[in-house]
């Protein structure tokens, strides 16, 4: 089951400029940030609220780190905007199995490394009608207690 929105995607030129935007405009503050290689992304997790799934919803700027990465070539086609939309669900293997059912090209065989430790893969956008589609298992919480 899908039960939340995880994120959207925004793609971006300069990350630190977006991020001040959206910090100054609307109060949004970093949660998290990191460089995902495999990827080719710099991103900034800004989060919005908690989920009654025990998940939480984000957005998350996106500036490319080459120029052969995936967010480059589409900026390079699109300029700034939304780039993706993340529904998270407790099991992304299952959810991507089914999903693959139903026709959809699902990208990766398994789910690669996402933000924050999570496990990610994408449906293809010409199959979702036009909307880059990823889905998302959280890393578990830490529990506090040793
Ligand atoms: C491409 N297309 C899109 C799109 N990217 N449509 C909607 N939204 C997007 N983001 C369309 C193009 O306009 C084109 O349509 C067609 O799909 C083929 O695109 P292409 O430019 O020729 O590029 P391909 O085929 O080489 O690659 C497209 C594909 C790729 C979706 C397979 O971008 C991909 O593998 N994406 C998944 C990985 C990804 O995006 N990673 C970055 C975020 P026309 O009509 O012109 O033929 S990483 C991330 O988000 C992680 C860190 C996380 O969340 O934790």
Redesign the pocket.
């Known amino acids: 089951m899908l039960t939340r929105i995880d ?1 959207i ?1 925004i ?1 971006c030129f300069d990350l630190d400029k977006t991020v001040e935007f959206y910090r100054s405009t609307y109060g949004f503050e970093v949660f998290h940030s990191e460089v ?1 290689e495999e ?3 710099r ?1 900034a997790m800004l989060k919005i609220n908690e989920t009654s799934d025990g998940g939480a919803s984000y957005l ?1 700027l ?1 500036e490319p780190t080459r120029e052969d ?3 480059a ?2 900026l390079a ?2 300029g700034e905007g939304v ?2 939309i ?1 529904f998270g669900t407790a099991d992304v293997d299952a959810e991507a199995a089914d999903i693959k059912e139903k026709g959809v090209r699902v ?1 990766y065989e398994e789910p690669r ?4 430790g ?1 496990r ?1 893969t ?1 449906l ?3 199959d979702c009608h ?3 589609t ?1 889905l ?1 298992t959280s890393a578990p919480v830490e529990s506090s207690e040793h």
């Open positions: 994120h995607g793609a995902n990827q080719g992304v991103e998350q996106l990465s995936t967010v070539k589409w086609k699109n780039h993706h993340a990208l490394r996402g933000s924050m999570s990610i994408f293809h956008p010409k036009g909307v880059l990823e998302v």
